[in-house]
């Protein structure tokens, strides 16, 4: 088979993508690509890897040329808080790096390229209860606009050159395994860090803040089950919304509290994050991914805050927290 490249390998989503492509599809048959990140040990260890700037064009043609690269998984990309700090950064790598994957797609002959998208393409002007599919898209931050023009931009290529790229929505994304990276929902994560090791967690939005989410292991079954769906199906590509479950700040605290009785949240709003998460939807109608290819996602919020409580202490009391095992 053709193999599969993955770029931001080494980042919140590539961490775990990888070893689930690779437990499917075969260890050397998925390239892991990184910007300047030092990899996991697993990821070493189990199969090719390599460092790639997206930006550089012609370095990633060679590396699509260099293994036969017949799908990418495109998921390098600056995120929401970091990109309000250096927008000029955020635009070179989430559109333009995109651009370069689509024209290397395209020259190569790649069959499918995934591109995820985020609810941060939505905003004000989109109704923030239930939000349809095909809803005005209104992003409030440099994040947002790019994930905007990059589905724009993955619909085009589809139409003119009949390149086949699908792409989700995510949600904010809880994982157990990457630590937090610059997201504004990655509150999330946090705090469950927090409450694990010191009993305590200062959130950086308020307690009444609502935000779709979905649990890592159902975002990595979600990219595997939309790359593997058949195209005859789709009435959509590069923008399906999903999400498993939406809460509060407080909720989550309080559902984190039955775990860790002795648990307490206290608020001090970051006013940047804070405008960047009451821009975003509080919910999300996902009926177009349920019916084109088949989401289902497994996890609630209380399934999802019991197995987190359970991998975080247990990595606790083998001393390794804040360290994956390599």
């Given amino acids: 088979m053709r193999r599969i490249l993955v770029t931001g390998a080494f980042g919140q989503i590539g961490s775990e993508l990888v070893p689930a492509l690779r437990s499917r599809y075969?260890?050397?048959?998925?390239?892991?690509?990184?910007?300047?990140?030092?990899?996991p040990k697993n990821l070493l260890?189990?199969?090719?890897?390599?460092?790639?700037?997206?930006?550089?064009?012609?370095?990633?043609?060679e590396l699509v040329r260099r293994y036969d690269v017949g799908v990418i998984y495109h998921l390098a990309?600056?995120?929401?808080?970091?990109?309000?700090?250096?927008?000029?950064?955020a635009w070179d790598v989430n559109v333009n790096g995109l651009y370069n994957i689509l024209e290397v797609a395209r020259e190569y002959g790649v069959e499918k390229v995934f591109h995820p998208s985020s609810i941060a393409v939505f905003g004000?002007?989109?109704?923030?209860?239930?939000?349809?599919?095909?809803?005005i898209l209104d992003p409030k931050t440099i994040y947002g606009v790019?994930?905007?023009?990059?589905?724009?931009?993955?619909?085009?290529?589809?139409?003119?050159?009949?390149?086949?790229?699908?792409?989700?929505?995510?949600?904010?994304?809880?994982?157990s395994e990457a630590l937090p990276g610059g997201g504004t929902t990655d509150y999330a994560v946090a705090m469950f860090y927090e409450a694990v090791e010191h009993g305590r967690y200062v959130c950086y939005v308020r307690e009444d803040t609502v935000l779709p989410m979905v649990y890592m292991p159902d975002a990595i079954?979600?990219?595997?089950?939309?790359?593997?769906?058949?195209?005859?199906?789709?009435?959509?590509?590069?923008?399906?919304?999903i999400s498993s479950m939406?809460?509060?700040?407080?909720?989550?605290?309080?559902?984190?509290?039955?775990?860790?009785?002795?648990f307490h949240c206290d608020y001090d709003p970051d006013p940047v994050r804070q405008r960047i998460a009451d821009s975003w939807p509080e919910s999300i109608d996902d009926t177009a991914a349920r019916e084109e290819w088949g989401w289902n996602p497994k996890y609630d919020l209380h399934g999802m805050v019991a197995d987190m409580i359970n991998k975080l202490s247990v990595r606790k009391s083998?001393?390794?927290?804040y360290n994956k095992p390599s």
Avoid: W
């Avoid at 390149?163 to 989700?168: E, H, K, M, N, P």
């Fill in 26 to 39: 075969g260890c050397e048959n998925v390239v892991a690509a990184g910007h300047h990140t030092k990899p």
């Fill in 45 to 61: 260890d189990q199969g090719p890897y390599t460092f790639l700037d997206v930006r550089d064009r012609s370095s990633l043609a």
């Fill in 77 to 89: 990309a600056i995120l929401s808080a970091v990109g309000e700090r250096n927008p000029q950064l």
């Fill in 124 to 135: 004000p002007k989109t109704p923030r209860v239930n939000t349809p599919q095909d809803s």
């Fill in 146 to 175: 790019s994930k905007a023009a990059g589905e724009y931009l993955c619909d085009y290529y589809f139409t003119r050159f009949g390149l086949d790229v699908r792409g989700i929505r995510y949600p904010g994304i809880i994982s």
């Fill in 221 to 241: 079954d979600a990219a595997v089950r939309l790359m593997e769906a058949d195209l005859e199906r789709l009435k959509h590509h590069s923008n399906f919304n």
């Fill in 246 to 262: 939406s809460f509060s700040v407080k909720e989550l605290a309080c559902e984190i509290k039955r775990h860790i009785p002795n």
């Fill in 318 to 321: 083998e001393g390794r927290l």
